[in-house]
C-alpha cells in the first residue's frame, strides 16, 4: 500500500512564483506552426504559454507564465526553440 500523500497541482503551485524577464525566452517559428493542423503546444504546456490566434493563425506565446517543465521541447522541437530564462528571471522556489 502507497501511504504518500497526495499533493495537489494548486499545492505544488503554490510553492513557486516567477520572476517575468523583458524578453521571452521562447521563440515560436509561425509558418511551421500555421502548417501543423493539430499543434501539440495547444495541449501539451499545463501552464498554458501557447494561444492560437484565431484570427492570424499565429501562435501567442505568453512566455511569463512557463514554469520550465520542458514538455514543449520534448513534443514541439521542430518550431518551438525554448532557451533558459535569463539568470535571475523564470521560476523561483519560494521556499527553496
Ligand atoms: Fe509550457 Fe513547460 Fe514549455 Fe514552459 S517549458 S512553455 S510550462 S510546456
Redesign the pocket.
Do not use: D, H, R, T
Given at each position: 500500500m502507497n501511504n504518500k500523500k497526495r499533493i495537489s497541482i494548486e499545492d505544488k503551485l503554490f510553492t513557486v512564483t516567477r520572476k517575468i524577464d523583458t524578453e521571452s525566452h521562447?521563440k515560436v517559428n509561425q509558418e511551421k506552426f500555421k502548417k501543423d493542423p493539430n499543434p501539440a503546444?495547444l495541449y501539451?504546456?499545463?501552464?498554458k504559454?501557447?494561444v492560437k490566434n484565431e484570427e492570424t493563425g499565429e501562435c501567442i506565446v505568453n512566455?511569463e507564465?512557463?514554469?520550465?517543465?520542458?514538455?514543449?521541447?520534448v513534443?514541439c522541437r521542430d518550431y518551438?526553440v525554448?532557451d533558459n530564462p535569463r539568470g535571475g528571471t523564470g521560476v523561483i522556489f519560494k521556499y527553496g
Open positions: 521562447i503546444i501539451i504546456c499545463p501552464s504559454v501557447y512566455f507564465n512557463c514554469l520550465e517543465c520542458g514538455s514543449c521541447q513534443a518551438v525554448w
